[in-house]
């Protein structure tokens, strides 16, 4: 195979006015290169050289210059100052999923360069405009979700710097994202990672709140779940006796004020549906147990109502129209019946009267 490239080459560079156009093989870059495009003689030129045409704001041919350096002087300190200007390039472009694959090469190779604090902090500034809803783009058009390059961009700072000046804070994101997603398990994972990791941070107090937040919510989810309410209330009641005083502690108590509404609301339908099934001594107890409980909401008044019919129930209004219905027919029947008398008798009277006159108008002479 060389052989024939080489047969190639030789033709290229015999046949007139094609010595200006040839290609030859590069062993450091592992591809044919234009000479006039290959890398300076050292890494100072080869830098000065990408740097110029990133002044220019050409970011194409900054970038293509920018990759030499790595390739050509790893070992140079100026390779890892290439790979950061490749990352600057691609933000310049606007693309910012190439930007950041660029800083993360940074981290990864050169973790003791200069640069390393601002590949970081470039890295999460990146992470959080994908978290925020920024897309990734594909030939140039931002079309995917950018939330799982965050997630990716969040851990790789945890993995790499985790005790630098992101390292808590992207562990907390990621908990938000997950929160974001609905996935209520896997961001308590991660807002424990920062009280477990970080202890000092002062996000703790907030990743503590988050936890109980999460169980709350996870409860909600598709349908109720009463051992997530009742873990979410008893989280936000153990943060309430940890930190009194944090600014979350109020927004503790207006959850759990939320959560035993949801419990008693949540009982309410379970005592209704007994009774429904004419089992009123177990309706009862769930009646109750909701005022006894959760005297303060609003299930809890109708449950008093619901008792105070079970306890003293009433005849039913049908049966009474019907007893009244009855009473009134009966009434009216015997009126009915009294009238009809009252005509006989009369009728009886009027036949005797005309029988007498006529006896005695045939008794005269």
């Not at 943060?239 to 949540?266: G, N």
Request: with cysteine; proline share 5%; aromatic share 12%.
């Amino acid at each position: 195979m060389k052989k024939i490239w080489i047969i190639i080459l030789l033709v290229f560079l015999t046949v007139p006015g094609t010595a200006q156009a040839y290609w030859v093989w590069s062993p450091d870059l592992g591809k044919w290169m234009n000479p006039k495009k290959a890398a300076k003689d050292t890494p100072e030129e080869q830098f000065a050289w990408a740097m110029g045409f990133y002044n220019d704001k050409n970011w194409d041919r900054a970038i293509e210059e920018f990759d030499k350096l790595p390739v050509v002087f790893p070992n140079s300190k100026l390779a890892a100052e290439g790979v950061y200007h490749a990352g600057l390039s691609w933000e310049e472009k606007q693309d910012l999923a190439k930007a950041a694959d660029s800083y993360q090469k940074l981290i990864d190779r050169y973790p003791y360069s200069d640069r390393i604090k601002d590949a970081v902090k470039r890295e999460f500034e990146i992470a959080n405009q994908f978290a925020s809803g920024t897309k990734i783009k594909v030939i140039g058009v931002p079309v995917l979700p950018g939330a799982e390059k965050a997630l990716e961009l969040y851990r790789h700072i945890v993995k790499n710097a985790p005790f630098g000046s992101y390292g808590a804070e992207a562990q907390f994101r990621i908990g938000e994202l997950y929160k974001a997603m609905a996935e209520y398990e896997e961001a308590q994972k991660a807002y424990q990672a920062v009280v477990d990791e970080y202890p000092q941070s002062e996000l703790v107090n907030k990743a503590r709140y988050q936890i109980a937040y999460c169980s709350m919510l996870s409860s909600k989810k598709l349908t109720y779940n009463e051992d997530a309410a009742e873990k979410a209330m008893e989280e936000f009641e153990e943060f309430k006796k940890q930190f009194p005083k944090d600014q979350y502690a109020l927004e503790a108590d207006e959850s759990i004020k939320v959560l035993r509404r949801e419990k008693a609301a949540a009982d309410f339908e379970t005592a209704s549906f007994y009774e429904k099934q004419k089992k009123l001594a177990s309706a009862k107890v769930y009646y109750q147990e909701i005022v006894n409980r959760y005297p303060e909401t609003p299930a809890a008044e109708r449950a008093k109502e619901r008792l105070t019919r079970i306890l003293n129930p009433e005849p039913a209004a049908g049966g009474v129209n019907q007893a009244v219905g009855q009473v009134n027919r009966g009434i009216q029947k015997a009126a009915s019946g009294a009238g009809k008398a009252v005509s006989a008798v009369g009728q009886t009277m009027g036949k005797l009267l005309t029988f007498g006159k006529g006896k005695k108008e045939s008794a005269k002479p």
